[in-house]
């Protein structure tokens, strides 16, 4: 097992939602929970996605509430 599945196994582990970002907000990994969240409470499934700015996401979700 390489040091990311180790990682992610772990992450899956856990009973709450966890998401890894760096340092400019882009999601590194998600876990099981977070990602079923997401689904149960309507979220866009593009949002959750690694790869992702968790921060850019925040701001539109802002943006719409002015």
């Known amino acids: ?5 180790l990682a992610l ?3 899956n582990s856990l009973g709450i939602q966890m998401a890894v970002f760096d340092e400019q907000g ?3 990994y998600v876990n ?3 990602i079923s ?3 149960s409470n309507g979220l866009d499934s593009d949002d ?3 790869g992702r700015s ?3 996401r ?3 979700g802002i943006a719409n509430m002015a």
């Not at 097992?1 to 599945?5: D, F, H, I, P």
Request: aromatic share 12%; net charge positive; glycine share 8%.
């Open 54 to 56: 968790y921060c850019n």
């Open 48 to 50: 959750q996605r690694i």
């Open 58 to 60: 925040g701001e539109m």
């Open 37 to 39: 969240f997401g689904q």
């Open 32 to 34: 099981r929970s977070w």
């Open 9 to 11: 196994a772990v992450l």
């Open 1 to 5: 097992m390489c040091l990311q599945q």
């Open 26 to 28: 882009v999601i590194l």
